[in-house]
């Protein structure tokens, strides 16, 4: 069965610390790898990621994927305030239709 | 371009009552999803869509009912309202499947009481 595991399930950080968010996965088919952010509202679109080795980046958030080891991380450097929310991971597999999701890791940035 | 839109926002239903979640998107997607999404819990998948006239049941169908007439529309029907379908219901939209990112609406909170 596809799944998709992330680590650690919440995080509590100080703000100014850089955090590293876990995605691992086991599915058939493997095609591509996204990230969303989510605070108290729907899921927002941050990354996807289709190669391994490459990082994707985007102000003080950047991810990677190894296809070889089955897991992608996501960094988050010199947290803020706002950076606190649910981040999600999916992963499209299989026939390409659904999006497989983790539950989720919970980041609390305290001031 | 207005992206996925959702309603109503807000909706409380008494047990046995049914209802329509709309979803309209004007992104020309072809994939279209509806989620529901439990406090502290993850995304489950009740049906999706791969274009007009074709829909297919993900994991939570029961209770649930959908059509796709358009490109653009993707309405989500409540039959007979339980408890245990309160819960956030999001509607989700993408090009296609595969190397796509999906876009998500605002959410639905639906109260069953």
């Known amino acids: 069965e596809d799944k998709v595991v992330q680590s650690p399930l919440s995080l509590v950080v100080h703000e100014g610390d850089t955090v590293t968010l876990n995605c691992s996965y086991e599915v058939t088919n493997f095609r591509s790898l996204l990230w969303y952010k989510q605070e108290k509202k729907a899921p927002t679109f941050l990354f996807m990621l289709?190669?391994s080795g490459i990082e994707k980046k985007s102000g003080r958030l950047s991810s990677i994927l190894d296809k070889k080891e089955l897991f992608s991380i996501l960094n988050i450097t010199a947290t803020q305030t706002g950076d606190s929310a649910v981040y999600l991971c999916a992963v499209w597999a299989g026939n390409n239709r659904k999006l497989i999701w983790g539950l989720g890791t919970s980041l609390a940035v305290n001031p | 371009n207005a992206g996925v839109t959702q309603t109503p926002k807000f909706r409380i239903l008494k047990i046995g009552q049914s209802m329509t979640l709309q979803c309209t998107q004007d992104?020309?997607?072809?994939?279209m999803y509806w989620y529901r999404q439990d406090p502290g819990m993850g995304l489950k998948l009740i049906y999706y869509?791969?274009?007009?006239?074709?829909?297919d049941k993900g994991e939570v169908p029961n209770g649930y009912n959908v059509s796709r007439s358009t490109t653009e529309d993707f309405p989500l029907r409540l039959e007979l309202a339980a408890p245990s379908q309160t819960s956030v219901y999001f509607c989700?939209?993408?090009?296609?499947?595969?190397?796509?990112?999906?876009?998500f609406g605002p959410g639905t909170r639906l109260t069953v009481l």
């Open positions: 289709t190669s």
């Open positions: 989700a939209s993408s090009y296609r499947g595969g190397g796509q990112a999906q876009y």
């Open positions: 869509s791969v274009g007009a006239g074709i829909t």
């Open positions: 992104m020309n997607h072809n994939y």
